[in-house]
């Protein structure tokens, strides 16, 4: 059974920095495309960034040149190093497959950008 755990979110101050965790049971990021998706109050979950299998990137324009996500193969970890950031960052973001049929959803976490 697939389990996802993200972790790292938090409460920064517009400008700052944070990096969110993705660690999962029952997905080898090694050989699975994987992708961070957000979702702010009142609007649909959205794709952030993704990583493939063979190692490319993809990116939101809206977070294009301050978010790189990255891939942990040997801790099974995702990460997305997130810069520069603004008030419409915060959301709820969450990782998994980086197309359907999506695994079952973590608990995602909390970034709350704000002054």
């Given at each position: 059974?697939?389990?996802?755990?993200?972790?790292?979110?938090?409460?920064?101050?517009?400008?700052?920095?944070?990096?969110?965790?993705c660690g999962a049971s029952g997905i080898i990021f090694s050989v699975?495309?994987?992708a961070w998706f957000r979702q702010a109050p009142g609007k649909?979950?959205?794709?952030?960034?993704t990583f493939s299998r063979a190692g490319t990137t993809w990116y939101a324009d809206s977070v294009k040149g301050r978010f790189t996500i990255s891939r942990d193969v040997v801790k099974n970890t995702l990460y997305l190093q997130m810069n520069s950031?603004?008030?419409?960052?915060?959301?709820?973001?969450?990782?998994?497959i980086d197309?359907?049929?999506?695994?079952?959803?973590g608990q995602g976490t909390q970034v709350t950008v704000s002054s």
């Open positions: 059974q697939v389990q996802l755990v993200e972790s790292g979110g938090g409460l920064v101050q517009p400008g700052g920095s944070l990096r969110l965790s699975t495309s994987m649909q979950r959205e794709v952030v960034a950031l603004k008030p419409e960052d915060t959301a709820v973001y969450y990782c998994n197309q359907p049929p999506w695994s079952t959803w």
